[in-house]
């Protein structure tokens, strides 16, 4: 296919963790153009490589950049197109919108707009229709796309390819989220060291409401929720990156053994897409008894572009009606950054960035 790699882009909040893997995948993107960075007024000028944090090698493109400040207005100026949104949420809903009337397309991490009902909440391999089938937006108005929870993003992966064969009653998942799930400066090390901290604020609810909303069905222009109760624990463990989550599944139906594994190997519904951070296949499926684990599953997926982006289950157990395994994904990357990179190049396949962009 022919790439156009001069789609102008901005990241808001680019000095954060997600800021900063929104670059490390932005900075020689082969649809996007190198982004402008923005960052808060105390950031104002500071050069990009002075303000990485990340142990990934920031991209050449980006190095003598400088972090500055700018409104939606400043940005529609400067002739930027897509916006890619690391703000924190309760803080980002007010800039979005405002890029969005300024007819900016707006690919955000924060919770804001998650439930709207005319924003799509999206994980392109489980429910890519919803990106075009909640009607159409009014005139010179921006595309708003969000991407999930960083636990229901992993989660939901894994349920997808096994969702219709199971038609599940409800769903039980405890998790272990790792320390960059809060963000920077992160978890102050004396609460966590030793120590595993058993609530995370709004977690739980998140992850019931958004895993059955991305799992749900669109009639009529709105999103029909699935309709099963999602059953959360979540907590926060001494872990870099990486979620990790034991589920239980409870079935109306009995499959196969070999019925769910072959859901899992055979799920792969972006393969012909030709999106560059789309990994392939999205589920790894493990045999061992001990994976999948942080240390050595968080950069799941391939190819390298879409490394961090599949999600990796292990330990399945099938004694109908419960369906037990672990689902492990990398919570900054598929559950924040890359999630939304993806979400951008979905909707620039499907022409909704304008036609004179699509791949």
Excluded at 71 to 84: K, N, Y
Excluded at 160 to 170: D, E, F, G, S
Excluded at 303 to 332: D, Q, Y
Aim: hydrophobic share 40%; net charge positive.
């Amino acid at each position: 296919m022919t790439v156009r790699s001069d789609l102008p882009t901005a990241i808001v909040g680019a000095g954060g963790l997600i800021g900063q893997h929104f670059a490390r995948l932005l900075g020689d993107h082969p649809f996007f153009s190198a982004p402008l960075l923005v960052g808060s007024a105390r950031s104002r000028g500071e050069r990009y490589r002075d303000a990485w944090q990340l142990p990934e090698p920031l991209p050449g493109s980006l190095e003598d950049r400088r972090l500055e400040v700018a409104t939606p207005g400043r940005l529609a100026r400067r002739g930027v197109r897509v916006v890619f949104s690391a703000l924190p949420s309760g803080t980002a809903a007010g800039f979005e919108t405002d890029c969005r009337r300024r007819g900016l397309h707006v690919f955000s991490n924060a919770a804001d707009h998650r439930m709207d009902p005319d924003v799509p909440l999206l994980v392109p391999e489980v429910n890519a229709a919803h990106l075009t089938g909640l009607g159409p937006r009014p005139r010179g108005r921006g595309l708003l796309v969000t991407n999930p929870n960083c636990t229901a993003a992993g989660l939901v992966l894994a349920l997808a390819p096994v969702w219709a064969l199971l038609r599940p009653v409800r769903v039980h998942v405890a998790t272990f989220q790792a320390l960059s799930g809060a963000g920077l400066p992160g978890v102050p090390s004396l609460a966590v060291v030793d120590n595993v901290l058993p609530y995370i604020w709004g977690e739980e609810e998140k992850v019931d409401a958004e895993s059955n909303r991305l799992l749900g069905t669109v009639r009529s222009g709105r999103v029909r929720p699935a309709g099963v109760r999602f059953l959360a624990q979540c907590a926060r463990v001494a872990v870099r990156d990486g979620h990790l989550e034991a589920v239980t599944v409870e079935a109306r139906r009995r499959p196969t053994h070999r019925a769910l594994e072959s859901a899992w190997r055979g799920f792969d519904p972006l393969v012909s897409r030709g999106l560059p951070t789309a990994p392939s296949p999205p589920v790894e499926l493990r045999p061992e008894a001990d994976r999948p684990q942080p240390l050595r599953d968080r950069w799941a997926g391939s190819p390298a572009r879409a490394r961090g982006m599949a999600a990796t289950v292990g330990r399945v157990r099938w004694e109908p009606p419960f369906l037990r395994f672990f689902v492990l994904s990398h919570n900054a990357v598929r559950g924040g950054a890359g999630g939304s990179v993806l979400n951008a190049e979905l909707a620039a396949a499907e022409g909704l960035l304008g036609e004179e962009f699509r791949p």
